[in-house]
């Protein structure tokens, strides 16, 4: 369905008007940063994320060897707690853990 014949999908036209409006029109991305430890200690592990509503990945990795990473996702998610975190370690000592409900921060 066309919005009022200005070639824009009711769709894009909902999207762009939220991201204005949210006052997110100059950043296109916003970021995360994974730190995986347990007791103090720090482990390396595998980090996915998700889109919690449509299961799209945004992120498929590991963390450095200080058990961090910094992941780049769309700046939407500043505004909206809609991502969700999981984590794994690799030498299978610990139970995956999950994190929803995540909201990353705006890239200046």
Not at 1 to 24: P, R
């Amino acid at each position: 369905m066309q919005n009022g014949g200005m070639g824009q999908t009711v769709a894009n036209y909902i999207k762009s008007s939220v991201i204005t409006e949210l006052g997110l029109g100059k950043s296109k991305h916003s970021k995360l940063i994974v730190q995986t430890n347990h007791n103090d200690s720090v482990y390396p592990a595998r980090v996915a994320v998700f889109n919690r509503n449509d299961w799209r990945l945004h992120f498929s990795g590991k963390t450095n060897d200080l058990g961090q990473v910094n992941i780049v996702v769309p700046a939407i998610y500043s505004n909206l707690a809609e991502l969700i975190v999981l984590s794994v370690d690799d030498n299978l000592t610990y139970n995956a853990v999950i994190v929803d409900n995540v909201q990353s921060e705006l890239v200046p």
